[in-house]
């Protein structure tokens, strides 16, 4: 599990102010008052919603208004209600307020409404006033100020894709290179240590979560390596993508090595042999690296993405590939 936050202003609108004035008509000098209401304020309103999985789009910006209410009018006509500025956030969405640190609303179900900065109230307008003994009373009400506040969002995330492979794969080189994680790379085995996350952003609002994790290698499921304590979060994860070093300087058989990590999984646990996975093919930067990706290929029998992260080629097409499939499967 990992954390996503934002900070943000919220500014409810203030309400219009109430007019004051009287009735005018040719021949009639002393109208009464005819001042209508301001308009309330608009709220700002928080609702949760499946349809998006980080903080990324709503933490973009820092200030939120809605717009106030317009003031009223003459012949007691009132203003309108500023509209309500309705924030989606992801469903999971733990709000907090920012300067006090308290919690104030779990958004734990889709739809679920949490009104964080309520509009202020329209003035009324002088015609409101009027009473028997004042019947012409020149003051309205100003209208009341919004709701000001700001919070701190928070998300617990579950990783969508979880990447995994044998250690030196390129893990955590793809998590560099779709996602702004900034994960350790090197060139020796165990570089990664512990669960990393990165949001991959398809387009203005759709977002992908991918876990990097450490490297796996035979024996994994019976404790060899790092990998057991981690493969238990690659249960959590919608999807799989097993990366496999085709560069003509790895030293193992691609089918190989692929073969090593398949086994494993299955042997951790019934739930992680039967998830959805794509394989993707990493360093194809050659000839030669192609037709390791191409003998991978044939030798398991299903489609293999060919990446390079260094060259940036194939990312993309794979990552929109995981989208889709990540969105096919329900939530574990
Ligand atoms: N030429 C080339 N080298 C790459 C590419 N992707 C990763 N590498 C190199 O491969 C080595 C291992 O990369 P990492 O991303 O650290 O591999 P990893 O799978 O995260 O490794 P562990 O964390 O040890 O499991 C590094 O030297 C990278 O620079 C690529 O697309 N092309
Ligand atoms: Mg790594």
Known sequence: MFRDEATIEVQAGNGGHGRASFHREKFVPLGGPDGGDGGAGGSVVLVATSNLNSLLPIGRRFRYRAPDGEPGYTKLKAGKDGEDLVLEVPIGTQVFDAQRGNLLRDLAQDGQRLEIARGGRGGRGNARFATSVRQSPKHAESGK????????????????????????????????????????????????????????????????????????????????????????????????????????????????????????????????????????????????????????????????????????????????????????????
Do not use: M
């Open 145 to 332: 100020s919004g709701e000001r506040r700001e919070l701190r969002l928070e998300l617990k995330l579950f990783a969508e894709i979880g990447l995994v492979g044998l250690p030196n794969a390129g893990k955590s080189t793809f998590l560099a290179t779709v996602t702004a994680a900034t994960p350790k790379i090197a060139d020796y085995p165990f570089t990664t240590l512990s669960p990393q996350v990165g949001i991959a952003q398809l387009s203005e609002s759709d977002t992908l979560v991918l876990a990097d994790l450490p490297g796996l290698i035979e024996g994994a499921s019976e404790g060899h390596g790092l990998g057991h304590k981690f493969l238990k979060h690659v249960e959590r994860c919608r999807a799989i993508l097993h990366l496999v070093d085709c560069s003509p300087e790895c030293l193992s058989e691609p089918v190989q090595s692929w073969r090593v990590i398949e086994q494993e999984l299955a042997a951790f646990s019934p739930e992680l042999a039967k998830k959805p996975r794509l394989t993707a093919a990493t360093k194809v930067e050659s000839p030669e690296a192609e037709a390791r990706a191409l003998e991978l290929e044939r030798g398991i029998g299903e489609r293999v993405w060919r990446i390079s992260s260094a060259r940036h080629s194939g990312v993309r097409e794979l990552l929109v590939e995981a989208r889709r499939l990540a969105r096919d499967t329900s939530p574990v």
